[in-house]
């Protein structure tokens, strides 16, 4: 068993008001960057469905009739542009979990936070398939950052124990983000027009800097900081060398490296397939007997991303109360994601059946599974790599899961025009099993890594 730190008490200045609980308040910042995140990242999948924006984006006028053929067109260029946005999330990834380790994490996330909201308020301004592609890149390459900076910050800030439940309630802030995706852009694009959506959600990202500038300093620098939290905060770390960087390459000699980049390989373009193409499908799948649009599509995605968040909350729970009971972290982490695997298999019949809620139901067992599993995965970097290599992992296995994604996307438009929403939804019932499997062939005891001191 670990041997706790010795953390020394440190001697308040005068005047000193710690803050209660502030490893709390600095996750509350994490969770409100997860709601403008997928915020900004979430509105073009209700506009793609406003006639208007359909026409503006093929170069219609606004009295063109838009014909089965024109729809069908429009949608597989959608998929091109999709793919354009995970290309550039790749490259962000990359770049930005590197940045993080450069810059430190206040400097580079408020960096990043700048950056996506700027692009999404310059979406605004498209006129084309290929300017929206390229505002869509732009806001990739900022939103990249965000999880790599927030794995990172949890490392820092939460001791083992906690971080899977920080990570579950971190993981449901995008869902958050994506109910009220649902319910303000409706409202904006049928009484302002669609442009109107994406320059206000844009805006957003200047009160996330506001509260992250605010709250947020390096633990051992913060001057709100209790000794006592301080000290339960460092309970449970190790002590590791220190090391001034680690290559990407060096990264990639880790088994451990590849168990996370091939989870992120199969599970990240599952649940860019509900973020991106879930309104298309309530409002034209072929199966279904109620067809929804924009104006009662809100209840749905209410219902799927509340869901979402218990699940998510629920998992990371699951998985932080099977290591305070006792259990090893290998068997914690791995029983979490059988659990959260076999909850998505029932999705392939989403497609199939003729029920509206049946289908959502469905869809809300497979969001909050995924949800649960990508919590859980989050949490097992911090198990197996020290803090100062989370951020750069994190970005290897997201640009990995981005590039998965562009594979999809470009195919995913095709395969829902010609063959409906079916193959999908199986390629997303077996991913997270497969996972599993990589996870435990790989890191069969999920043993952490250990660097050479420089």
Not at 166 to 172: D, E, L, Q, S, V
Not at 186 to 212: E, K, N
Not at 390 to 401: D, H, K
Request: contains cysteine.
């Amino acid at each position: 068993m670990n041997q706790p730190l010795n953390v020394p008490k440190l001697k308040p200045a005068t005047g000193y008001r710690p803050w209660k609980h502030l490893r709390w308040w600095v996750l509350a910042v994490l969770f409100l960057s997860g709601i403008v995140n997928y915020v900004d990242r979430n509105v073009l999948s209700f506009t793609m469905i406003d006639p208007s924006f359909k026409r503006d984006m093929l170069g219609l006028p606004a009295d063109a009739v838009l014909t089965p053929a024109l729809d069908g067109q429009f949608k597989e260029q959608m998929g091109f542009v999709d793919a354009a946005f995970k290309a550039a999330y790749a490259v962000g990834f990359l770049l930005t979990g590197w940045l993080t380790t450069r810059l430190g994490l206040r400097r580079g996330f408020s960096l990043f936070v700048m950056i996506w909201s700027l692009a999404g308020m310059l979406t605004s301004l498209v006129g084309s398939i290929r300017s929206l592609a390229l505002a869509r890149a732009g806001l990739a390459v900022g939103e990249a950052g965000n999880f790599p900076a927030a794995t990172r910050t949890v490392s820092e800030w939460f001791p083992q124990k906690e971080r899977s439940i920080a990570f579950g309630i971190f993981n449901a802030s995008g869902n958050i983000g994506i109910i009220l995706t649902a319910w303000l852009v409706p409202f904006l694009t049928l009484q302002y027009g669609w442009r109107s959506c994406f320059l206000l959600t844009g805006l957003l990202g200047i009160g996330l800097l506001v509260a992250w500038l605010v709250i947020y300093r390096p633990l051992a620098e913060h001057p709100r900081l209790s000794p006592d939290e301080h000290a339960l905060i460092r309970a449970d770390e190790v002590p590791e060398p220190e090391r001034a960087s680690v290559s990407w390459w060096q990264l990639l000699r880790y088994r451990q490296t590849w168990a996370y980049a091939g989870c992120k390989f199969l599970i990240d373009p599952v649940f860019w397939i509900y973020l991106t193409w879930l309104p298309d499908f309530f409002n034209s799948s072929e199966a279904l007997d109620q067809k929804l649009d924009l104006k009662n599509l809100g209840l749905p995605f209410l219902v799927i991303y509340l869901v979402t968040d218990v699940g998510s909350i629920f998992f990371g729970w699951l998985s932080s109360y099977f290591l305070k009971i006792g259990w090893s972290v290998n068997r914690a982490r791995k029983t979490t994601w059988l659990i959260c695997a076999l909850c998505v298999l029932p999705i392939v019949l989403a497609a199939q059946t003729h029920s509206l809620w049946v289908a959502i139901g469905l869809i809300s067992l497979a969001t909050a599974a995924h949800q649960g599993f990508s919590a859980t995965l989050f949490a097992s970097v911090t198990d197996l790599f020290p803090k100062p290599l989370v951020a750069q992992v994190t970005g290897i296995g997201g640009a990995v899961g981005a590039i998965s994604g562009v594979l999809l996307a470009l195919v995913a438009g095709i395969i829902r025009v010609r063959y409906g929403y079916f193959p999908l939804f199986v390629v997303a019932a077996c991913s997270y099993l497969l996972a599993l499997g990589i996870i435990h062939l790989l890191v069969p005891k999920m043993e952490r890594v250990v660097l050479a001191p420089d």
